[in-house]
């Protein structure tokens, strides 16, 4: 019997402070501790390279037993463009054990790795994808 365990590790796709940091040919990053917000949503480019690298997974005839995501926005958006869009599988389990650590600029701690409140998430994630 074969007992191998193969594990994945997938990084979401570009979130909102990702493209504040990238605009401007990273001039962005100057005005990122005061730009960026608290448990980023993907962008539309984002959704767009989750759903190929799903599609791309599909292509391959690779298989998953399981999927999990941490309880950022982006990593749940990711997970279901990537994962549950192309049927490689059915639900995706939140994991909130894992996450970033969060980041400091100078003193000041910038609250971007730290997940919204679960109620805000879900108005978010309804409101944004029809639910």
């Known amino acids: 019997t074969d007992h191998r365990v193969e594990l994945w590790f997938v990084r979401h796709g570009e979130s909102k402070n990702n493209a504040i940091l990238s ?3 990273g001039l962005g990053a100057v005005l990122y501790p005061w730009k960026h917000i608290q448990d980023p949503y993907i962008t539309d480019k984002g959704r767009d390279v989750a759903r190929e690298n799903g599609k791309r997974l599909v292509d391959a005839g690779i298989e998953f037993d399981l999927v999990l995501s941490s309880g ?4 749940m958006e990711t ?3 990537m994962f549950v869009e192309t049927e490689l599988a059915s639900k995706v389990h939140i994991a ?3 996450s970033e650590i969060p980041l ?3 003193k000041v701690a910038l609250t ?4 919204l409140e679960r109620s805000a998430q879900i108005k978010h994630l309804g409101k944004a994808h029809g639910s």
């Open 23 to 25: 605009a401007g040919k």
């Open 72 to 75: 950022m926005i982006r990593t």
């Open 79 to 81: 997970s279901y463009f």
């Open 96 to 98: 909130p054990f894992i």
């Open 104 to 106: 400091n600029v100078g």
């Open 112 to 115: 971007e790795n730290i997940p």
